[in-house]
């Protein structure tokens, strides 16, 4: 199995900083597409940031300017850099790797989700 491990989730205060990082791991498998999502209460999953397995960047309207996504094809690793963070962040961000095990279909993996704060 892919398995994925999510950090740095927590209470923030607006206009500060955070980073979330995630890394996937296991055997007998190759990683494309990977990157964080949110999601509120309430609301639908929505991209926060994405980076494709053969380069580029994709961020959600809401973030763009603000987050900075990067990657790390050694590690199977991505972080996400998030600044100047609002209330409207808050939400569980859950970090999405799409992989293809060895004989089998990509599929997409999620992890099990971290919570990000944004509060005084």
């Known amino acids: 199995q892919v398995q994925i491990v999510e950090s740095g989730g927590g209470l923030v205060r607006p206009g500060g900083s955070l980073v979330l990082s995630c890394a996937a791991s296991?055997?007998?498998?190759?990683?494309?597409?990977m990157g964080w999502y949110r999601q509120a209460p309430g609301k639908e999953r929505e991209l926060v940031a994405l980076?494709?397995?053969?380069?580029?960047?994709k961020y959600g309207d809401s973030v763009m300017g603000r987050f900075t996504i990067s990657r790390d094809n050694a590690k199977k690793t991505i972080a996400l850099q998030m600044k100047n963070l609002e209330p409207e962040d808050t939400a569980v961000y859950y970090c999405?790797?799409?992989?293809?095990?060895?004989?089998?279909?990509?599929?997409?993996?999620w992890g099990q989700g971290t919570q990000v704060t944004v509060s005084s």
């Open positions: 296991g055997s007998q498998f190759s990683i494309g597409d």
């Open positions: 980076t494709l397995r053969y380069g580029g960047t």
């Open positions: 999405y790797v799409r992989a293809r095990r060895w004989g089998r279909d990509e599929t997409n993996y």
